[in-house]
């Protein structure tokens, strides 16, 4: 698998989607293959977008969401979507199912309904992280990555982390129909150690 270089636009696979919209913003999901083409935008993309305000940032967190990503793409079920305007990202998300001893659950500042955390084999996809260029905010590009991320998931609900202090970003998640459950930490070594936990039932018209 490569992490590096420049991705071949025109390269196509059985198991990836590939969307041109009006405005030549290209959408393209699938699995490790995608994420791998893209791995260095992505990253790039992801330090952009978190290393600044509203968001809590350590430089630590740049080499940590590399080793991360690439843990990722080697789980069963891992599913990645991309926006680009020719070679350029311009956005990403990714995730993956969520196996019954996750442990997002865990560490609440008060507790969960018992059936909120109870879990079973395919029950909930984890949305890891979503990032868009600032230019490209408000042209619906974060809405249409998130929506075929989900389009199609057979898992009954999705669940995503937010920093208490991206207070837009809750209000985006909100307006796509997720709800707060509740806030998790503090979590030691974890920056910032307050995160807050969203679910969104699946299969639902609103994405």
């Known amino acids: 698998m490569s992490f ?6 025109s390269r196509t696979r059985s198991t990836e989607m590939t969307v ?16 791998a ?3 260095r935008q992505i990253c790039a993309l992801h330090d952009s977008v978190f290393s600044v305000e509203p968001f809590a940032w350590v430089p630590e967190m740049s080499p940590q969401h590399e080793e991360e990503l690439k843990s990722l793409m080697v789980l069963p079920g891992f599913r990645s979507t991309i926006a680009r305007q020719r070679n350029r990202l311009v956005g990403y998300v990714y ?4 196996a019954v001893d996750h442990g997002w659950w865990l560490d609440f500042t008060h507790p969960l309904p018992v059936d909120l955390v109870r879990e079973r084999e395919g029950r909930t996809f984890a949305v ?6 600032t230019e490209w905010r408000g042209h619906g590009v974060g809405r ?5 991320l989900l389009r199609d998931r057979t898992e009954q609900r999705a669940v995503l982390s937010v920093q208490p202090t991206a207070v837009s970003t809750q209000l985006f998640y909100q307006h796509l129909g997720w709800r ?28």
């Open 144 to 148: 249409r990555l998130m929506g075929e």
């Open 37 to 39: 083409d893209w791995f």
């Open 4 to 9: 590096g270089g420049r991705p071949k636009a």
């Open 95 to 98: 995730g993956h199912p969520l």
């Open 180 to 207: 707060k459950v509740g806030r998790k930490g503090p979590l030691p070594g974890v920056t910032p150690p307050y995160w807050d936990i969203y679910v969104r039932e699946l299969n639902i018209p609103n994405v």
């Open 128 to 133: 890891i992280s979503l990032g868009v260029l």
């Open 20 to 35: 041109v919209e009006p405005s030549e913003v290209v959408f393209e999901g699938g699995g490790r293959d995608v994420a």
